[in-house]
């Protein structure tokens, strides 16, 4: 079992970056692929991007490639999602998610944190 908490969120300008951590507990961080998903008002909870295991492979939703990176650090068992040029589009709460594979879909991750709020004022 792995637990994670999100931090790094905040109200920041278009155009200007965020980046969000998420810190997991337990001994056995690098066995999950890990996930980032958002959710804004009334919209459900879609994908952002995920990481493998080993770090090796990345995968992004269409509108946030070349602006999102995702990273990981197994020695410190934190996740990462460096945000640039953010849109006001972009505003929602962030939630990271661990799963033994990486998927795009949030019915596949069984473990979850308790959100970040970003907010992307025009």
């Known amino acids: 079992q792995v637990q994670l908490v999100e931090s790094g969120g905040g109200l920041v300008q278009a155009g200007n970056s965020l980046r969000l951590s998420c810190a997991a507990s337990?001994?056995?961080?690098?066995?999950?692929?890990m996930a980032w998903f958002r959710q804004a008002p009334g919209k459900e909870r879609e994908f952002v991007a995920f990481?493998?295991?080993?770090?090796?492979?990345?995968e992004y939703r269409d509108s946030v490639k070349g602006r999102f990176t995702i990273s990981r650090d197994n020695a410190k068992n934190t996740v990462y999602l460096q945000m640039n040029s953010l849109k006001p589009e972009d505003a929602a709460v962030y939630y990271c998610?661990?799963?033994?594979?990486?998927?795009?879909?949030?019915?596949?991750?069984?473990?979850w944190g308790q959100g970040t709020q970003v907010t992307v004022s025009s």
């Open positions: 990481i493998t295991r080993s770090g090796t492979m990345t």
């Open positions: 337990g001994r056995t961080f690098s066995s999950y692929a």
């Open positions: 998610a661990a799963s033994s594979s990486a998927w795009n879909t949030p019915s596949r991750y069984n473990y």
